[in-house]
């Protein structure tokens, strides 16, 4: 008697558990030897790390995380701009300070991580351009691709059947020949590559969206090397200039200077520019905004190199002069009263114009004078230079209007170490007090310093003098030199060129083939396709069937009885 199996479905190559186990090539127990999959090794990972930095998505992560890495740029205080405030943020936000300067937060596009970025960020744009470009390149010279066999299972397609005298009709049609040599003119009156091949043409257009795709790519890596250019050779300065005093671009005669990293003082353009005189306007005639600044001008002379000639040119805000290739900003002015300090031996310890920083609208300003040559104690003064000063009640004074109406200066003064023998650079806006003694101030019964142009005031004590002589202007100005400037401004330009091209145009591809039909007639066949989302394929189809009806007579449909 047979021996009964069990009716159950087992699926082809199922085997039980323990079988499949013993014989599974992946199981530890298998018969069969281990198979492992194979080491990535060196030149692996070198080629796989290469293919990730190269892709497009790396290049905008990398673009993206440059724009990040700027932003502390812009909330820092940069060092390359102004030490001094760098240094004073630090010392205000001790132990945060240190941390954020180790961390280069205060010199953010000189730090070795945004130069990282920015070198990973060159080598992933070439890395994308320079296969792509390839690629483009062998598209552009190759045969358009084969024709479809069905068309009309394209987006966008059609058909004509043409007129014959075969057929009894009043006008003649071309041959297949000749209609498939009309097409090819068609096509390429439209401004597509053509292709006549024996039964069908091929074509194809757009080319010149990846031509803008590549065009961006490559100037964006030009921006980059124009960018790093100019921050290894540009310069920048600033410099206050009082009426009737001459900058010569110099090194030494700069106020302040920020240097690239490659600069050199011979690349220094020989040039001179002297303040003659300054214009402020102010609104006189509105109620709302009286006394608001409307325009200011600076005459001043220039003279381009040792043998120049001078010239006489107006100065304004937004309107810098250009100077060999540098460029001079009017970025701001104010008063520099004319002030004379004796000391306590009768002899003159400073004289000359101080320049003073507005504070306010109506230009009230803050004045600070050193003397350090004074004896028998050096000299400090600080205070306020009101234009046009008012009585505003209880001993004090304001500015009720940024013209000169009613000029004078309130000081307090101090003796003592001013610390300028250390050899230590001191901001000239700023007198420590800490370490010096009062002669003047509203605290005292001596009182403050009140001076009006052409008044003297005696310092207690016998400490000397101090004498308000007149007012002048001056301005501040800023010089920039940066020779890949024009370089960044015409690669900015062809990437926008470029963004334009690779966001209107469309990639099309179009086939014709021609037939004919038992009646003896021609039969046109064409099929539109477009290369991603084009909304204006539609438009593409009905202006060619317009041009294939135009040069062809095509037979009417007929009617069904």
């Not at 306010?360 to 050193?370: F, G, H, P, Q, R």
């Not at 650079?425 to 310093?449: H, K, M, P």
């Not at 004590?461 to 940066?482: K, L, P, R, T």
């Amino acid at each position: 008697m047979a021996e009964k199996r069990e009716n159950t479905y087992m699926p082809a190559g199922h085997r039980d558990a323990p079988e499949a186990a013993e014989n599974d090539p992946r199981s530890p127990g298998g018969d069969k030897a281990q198979v492992s999959p194979p080491a990535l090794g060196v030149k692996g990972m070198i080629r796989w790390a290469w293919t990730q930095l190269t892709s497009m998505r790396t290049a905008l992560m990398l673009l993206l995380l440059l724009a990040v890495a700027a932003v502390p740029g812009s909330i820092f205080p940069q060092r390359v701009q102004d030490s001094f405030a760098v240094a004073t943020w630090i010392e205000d936000n001790p132990g945060v300070g240190e941390v954020l300067d180790f961390l280069q937060f205060f010199d953010v596009y000189s730090s070795i991580w945004f130069s990282a970025i920015y070198l990973l960020l060159f080598i992933s744009l070439i890395g994308c351009i320079l296969p792509r470009a390839k690629k483009h390149w062998q598209q552009a010279t190759s045969a358009p691709p084969r024709t479809p066999r069905r068309l009309e299972r394209l987006p966008e397609s059609g058909a004509l059947e043409l007129q014959s005298s075969a057929a009894g009709d009043a006008q003649d049609g071309p041959a297949a020949e000749a209609a498939l040599q009309d097409a090819a003119a068609i096509l390429k009156s439209r401004r597509y590559r053509v292709e006549v091949r024996e039964t069908s043409v091929g074509a194809e257009k757009g080319y010149l969206k990846e031509t803008g795709n590549l065009l961006f790519h490559v100037a964006l890596v030009g921006v980059l090397i124009c960018v790093a250019l100019g921050s290894m050779f540009s310069y920048r300065g600033q410099k206050v200039l009082v009426e009737d005093e001459s900058f010569v671009n110099a090194l030494v005669a700069y106020d302040n200077f920020y240097p690239g990293a490659y600069f050199s003082e011979d690349q220094m353009q020989p040039f001179s520019v002297r303040l003659d005189a300054f214009e402020r306007v102010f609104d006189r005639e509105s109620t709302t905004h009286f006394g608001q600044a409307l325009d200011f001008t600076a005459d001043v002379t220039t003279r381009l190199g040792a043998d120049g000639e001078p010239q006489t040119e107006e100065l304004k805000v937004n309107q810098p002069l250009t100077m060999d290739g540098a460029r001079v900003f009017l970025v701001g002015n104010g008063y520099a009263p004319e002030v004379t300090v004796r000391d306590g031996d009768g002899e003159v310890a400073f004289s000359g114009p101080v320049v003073t920083r507005p504070e306010d609208e109506v230009y009230t300003s803050m004045a600070v004078i050193k003397a350090p040559d004074a004896a028998p104690e050096q000299l400090g003064f600080v205070g306020l230079f009101l234009p046009t000063s008012q009585d505003a009640g209880d001993g004090l004074a304001v500015s009720v209007d940024p013209e000169l109406g009613n000029p004078e200066l309130q000081l307090n003064s101090y003796y003592g170490d001013l610390g300028l023998d250390d050899g230590l650079a001191q901001n000239v806006y700023v007198l420590d007090t800490e370490s010096l003694e009062t002669l003047n101030s509203r605290e005292l019964d001596a009182g403050g310093i009140v001076l009006s142009p052409g008044e003297t005031y005696d310092l207690p004590e016998d400490m000397g003098s101090i004498s308000f002589d007149g007012v002048q202007d001056y301005i501040a100005i800023d010089i920039h030199y940066n020779p890949a400037q024009q370089g960044v401004l015409i690669f900015a330009l062809t990437a926008l060129g470029g963004l334009v091209l690779s966001l209107f145009l469309r990639r099309r591809r179009a086939w014709v083939t021609v037939e004919t039909t038992p009646a003896g007639r021609t039969l046109v066949r064409y099929g539109l396709l477009s290369r991603g989302e084009d909304f204006r394929l539609r438009d593409e189809n009905i202006a060619l069937r317009a041009q294939f009806e135009k040069k062809w007579p095509v037979r009417a449909p007929e009617k069904e009885s």
